[in-house]
């Protein structure tokens, strides 16, 4: 009878052996595969918070720039003033007394206005002898001359303006191109 048992033993030991070998390999397929479900849920809650920052710095850039550029409807709409004040100073005579205290008046709020555009951050843009450069101006005619490089800016017929360094008027301007051989100077209107 010991001999019997004996095999029992032994089948009783190979079955103790498979369950034990079979639960650990479950056990390391499992731990493998929670790690694995782990490093996912990692990889998308990094993305998740990169995508939160991501939005957060995006928004912060949009209210910037909001406040940062809020003022350009408004002035642009004030621009056509200044241009008036100045047109009338450039029109009326400094030597004519009759005029003197109302050309005054008009250098004074032409000065605060143009104080008050610089504190908002509107600057004019005075291109007269510098090269053309079509983001800042907009050529309305070309003028040959031998005096200056071809594309200086010869004239300034409008005075543009940025906001906080973004364009909001460009400058109206005559360009210089190189004369033509044997030609006089004159104005080329078709530019």
């Given at each position: 009878?010991?001999?019997?048992?004996?095999?029992?033993?032994?089948?009783?030991?190979?079955?103790?052996?498979?369950?034990?070998?079979?639960?650990?390999?479950?056990?390391?397929?499992?731990?493998?595969s929670l790690e694995?479900?782990?490093?996912?849920?990692?990889?998308?809650?990094?993305?998740?918070?990169?995508?939160?920052?991501?939005?957060?710095?995006?928004?912060?850039?949009?209210?910037?720039?909001?406040?940062?550029?809020?003022?350009?409807?408004?002035?642009?709409?004030?621009?056509?003033?200044?241009?008036?004040?100045?047109?009338?100073?450039?029109?009326?005579?400094?030597?004519?007394?009759?005029?003197?205290?109302?050309?005054?008046?008009?250098?004074?709020?032409?000065?605060?206005?143009?104080?008050?555009?610089?504190?908002?951050?509107?600057?004019?843009?005075?291109?007269?002898?510098?090269?053309?450069?079509?983001?800042?101006?907009q050529a309305m005619?070309?003028?040959?001359?031998?005096?200056?490089?071809?594309?200086?800016?010869?004239?300034?017929?409008?005075?543009?303006?940025?906001?906080?360094?973004?364009?909001?008027?460009?400058?109206?301007?005559?360009?210089?191109?190189?004369?033509?051989?044997?030609?006089?100077?004159?104005?080329?209107?078709?530019?």
């Amino acid at each position: 009878m010991a001999e019997e048992q004996r095999p029992d033993l032994q089948d009783q030991d190979d079955m103790v052996d498979q369950t034990v070998a079979t639960p650990e390999g479950d056990l390391a397929a499992r731990v493998a595969s929670l790690e694995e479900q782990l490093a996912t849920v990692q990889d998308q809650a990094l993305r998740a918070a990169a995508d939160v920052q991501n939005a957060r710095r995006r928004a912060e850039q949009d209210v910037e720039k909001a406040h940062k550029f809020a003022l350009e409807r408004f002035a642009n709409d004030l621009l056509p003033i200044v241009d008036s004040l100045e047109r009338g100073l450039e029109l009326s005579s400094a030597d004519d007394p009759a005029i003197k205290p109302m050309r005054e008046g008009i250098e004074l709020t032409l000065k605060m206005f143009a104080d008050t555009l610089a504190r908002f951050q509107v600057v004019p843009v005075l291109p007269e002898g510098e090269p053309f450069n079509p983001e800042l101006h907009q050529a309305m005619a070309m003028e040959e001359s031998t005096a200056v490089e071809p594309n200086t800016v010869l004239k300034v017929f409008q005075k543009g303006y940025t906001l906080s360094g973004r364009l909001l008027r460009p400058a109206m301007v005559v360009v210089s191109k190189a004369p033509a051989a044997g030609a006089p100077p004159s104005i080329d209107e078709q530019a």
